[in-house]
């Protein structure tokens, strides 16, 4: 919850700034057209590292337990609504990934859903602050020798910056894996991921 509400306020800052920003004059018919008309629907292609770190609790005993993981994910961002600062509705096709960890393991996202929020640099257009929250459902084996498959759900927070064609992004989630009230495990998830975006009209404003 704490990295919701963390890019939830990013998301309203940056929306008061941009509106303090705005160019009262020459710009009313360009925010009249639909964002759909600036060829913004983009098809995106991204590879992550990420740093993962487990505290496992039992009793009075503490574990910290570090780790990293790779994954690859593509997917699709829709925008929504006028003017230059459009709602992002981000479907993540596939995304599946390598644990490198005591145990060994892999995981892979079901088909997921991300909300967010488009900001352009009005000063180099083509450049942008993306950021977004995300929620899906992970299938994960922990340990490959025992196979030991979970599902469970995740939420996280990302925020991408676009420049161009390029993308680079720093995700951050969190999960609690509870087996009783003295025996339990919190998982932290902090990601910097390189990507490419591909669409029609590059350009995100006029």
């Not at 004059?25 to 759909?36: N, W």
């Not at 992550?48 to 997917?75: C, D, H, L, P, Y």
């Not at 829709?78 to 993540?92: A, D, E, S």
């Amino acid at each position: 919850m704490k990295v919701s509400f963390f890019v939830i306020a990013l998301i309203f800052s940056l929306n008061a700034f941009a509106q303090a920003d705005e160019q009262p004059q020459g710009t009313e018919q360009d925010e009249k057209l639909l964002i759909g008309e600036r060829g913004l629907n983009r098809f995106f292609l991204d590879g992550s590292f990420a740093v993962v770190v487990s505290n496992q609790v039992s009793g009075k005993t503490n574990e910290i337990i570090g780790g990293a993981t790779i994954n690859f994910r593509i997917g699709n961002n829709f925008y929504f609504g006028k003017g230059l600062k459009p709602v992002i509705l981000r479907l993540t096709y596939f995304r599946s990934g390598i644990l490198f960890a005591d145990p060994f393991g892999f995981y892979n996202v079901f088909p997921s859903v991300g909300l967010g929020k488009h900001f352009n640099n009005k000063v180099k257009k083509a450049n942008s602050i993306e950021p977004m929250l995300h929620a899906g459902v992970i299938a994960a084996v922990a340990d490959i020798i025992n196979y030991d498959l979970e599902f469970y759900p995740y939420f996280s927070g990302e925020v991408k910056f676009n420049f161009r064609k390029f993308a680079f992004g720093i995700e951050l989630s969190t999960k609690k894996f509870k087996h009783s009230a003295s025996n339990y495990s919190q998982g932290y998830y902090v990601g910097f991921s390189f990507g490419l975006r591909f669409g029609k009209g590059l350009r995100f404003s006029n």
